[in-house]
């Protein structure tokens, strides 16, 4: 079972603000991390999924990046808005793209 | 939207009783995965069907078990329901490979009284 750790717990930030999480894991037999954006009453949505050290991955505002030599990710949103309202989440996944989740952040952005 | 549904969206279910949740993969997707989302915290992967076979299973007991059919739908089964298993069901497919983007449905909000 993988230790997937994510922070903070959560977040409250002012519209217009930057913000980045954490997302740490095993460094060990590292396949692939998944980034997700959950909002309430809806299915989680896959933002990134990401595979080599270094790599960096943007999506509009938000953007990610990977390091699997240290075991992390951090997850960036610029000039957040009411909408990135939502729990975010990360999994890394094993040889059978199985994934193993983070508690996730869960983000409030005020208007 | 994802094109993985779900039903039924709630569910309320007695202690001892037995529980069937379904979910439609999208077409051509021959992975499917389960996970349990219990309250504050992240989801918890169940198992993986691929092409009607299991194809891994986490830490849950053998009362959990799943089906999958060819035409890209599938089955969770929960017998002899305890309170500890209220939770949202989760299902997600995706094309087979080890880094492939799984999608979400909406899940299955389960309650055991």
Not at chain 1, 29 to 57: C, I, Q
Not at chain 2, 30 to 46: D, E, K, R
Not at chain 2, 91 to 106: I, K, L, V
Request: with cysteine; charged share 15%; hydrophobic share 30%.
């Amino acid at each position: 079972i993988l230790n997937v750790e994510q922070s903070p717990q959560s977040l409250h930030v002012q519209e217009g603000d930057s913000t980045n999480f954490t997302c740490s894991f095993p460094s060990s037999n590292f396949y692939a991390l998944h980034w997700y954006r959950w909002e309430t009453a809806k299915s989680p949505e896959a933002l990134f999924v990401m595979t080599l050290n270094g790599d960096e991955k943007k999506k509009g505002r938000i953007s990610a990046t990977l390091n699997t030599k240290e075991g992390y990710s951090y997850l960036y949103i610029k000039g957040s808005q009411p909408e990135d309202s939502a729990t975010y989440l990360c999994a890394p996944n094993n040889a059978g793209n199985m994934l193993t989740f983070g508690g996730g952040t869960r983000l409030m952005v005020k208007p | 939207e994802t094109g993985v549904t779900q039903s039924p969206t709630h569910l309320i279910k007695t202690r001892g009783q037995q529980v069937t949740l379904r979910c439609s993969s999208q077409s051509g997707h021959n992975t499917v995965s389960w996970y349990q989302q219990a309250l504050g915290q992240g989801p918890q992967f169940i198992f993986q069907y691929y092409r009607e076979e299991e194809n891994g299973r986490g830490n849950f007991p053998p009362r959990f078990s799943g089906l999958q059919f060819p035409n890209y739908s599938s089955e969770l089964n929960v017998n002899a329901l305890e309170l500890d298993d209220s939770a949202l069901y989760l299902c997600a497919s995706n094309h087979p490979g080890r880094t492939s983007e799984q999608y979400f449905g909406p899940g299955t909000r389960l309650t055991v009284t």
